[in-house]
């Protein structure tokens, strides 16, 4: 059996010989599912931002932490995501925020006191870092320096997930003002 996709279509292909006709071909095709995002934030996007304690408590013999277990939040104009400080879920020195990043949607500029990485696998997404405005597609890794105001936007038409992922037991999170790259719609 070879498994070979073929335009978004994953095809498993059987020969068989037969004595009489040869080599005789049969093909069966499934469509593949796309392989856009996970879908973790609400599904209405709210008109206010937010941030709520966990709905269920985390035990911390478990090695698995669900989205339920997190902190959640929201940024308006678009961005839903979980919270993990690490010294709440057994990390000593990691702590990690998940999102799901609609078009146009980012947070507002801030700062951190540790450097972060963002871990963004689909999608198209602009960045402020420092005094540097640039697009990158991913599958990429961002590299934010600690104490540098940064900020990001889907630069997409689809939503995105960005995992980020911080050297502490606790993210530490201070606002700077708006985002730069939002469109305000209000004009």
């Known amino acids: 059996m070879n498994r070979t996709p073929l335009g978004g279509v994953h095809c498993v292909f059987f020969s068989l010989i037969l004595a009489v006709a040869g080599v005789l071909l049969v093909v069966s095709c499934t469509k593949r599912p796309e392989s856009g995002y996970a879908h973790i934030g609400p599904d209405t996007l709210p008109s206010v931002s937010y941030q709520r304690p966990p709905a269920i408590a985390f035990e911390r013999s ?24 690490g010294e709440d879920y057994g990390f000593e020195s990691l702590s990690f925020v998940m999102t799901e990043t609609h078009p146009h949607g980012g947070p507002p500029l801030h700062t951190h006191d540790t450097e972060e990485a963002h871990v963004v696998y689909r999608g198209r997404m602009e960045y402020v870092i420092g005094n540097r405005r640039f697009t990158v597609d991913g599958p990429y890794i961002a590299r934010v320096p600690a104490g540098v105001p940064h900020t990001f936007i889907n630069a997409g038409t689809v939503p995105l997930n960005l995992t980020a992922v911080f050297p502490s037991k606790r993210i530490s999170y201070t606002v700077k003002g708006p985002n730069p790259l939002v469109e305000n719609t209000a004009r």
Request: hydrophobic share 40%.
């Open 62 to 85: 478990d090695y698995a932490i669900k989205l339920q277990q997190m902190t959640s939040f929201y940024d308006v104009p678009g961005e839903a995501g979980y919270i993990v400080n």
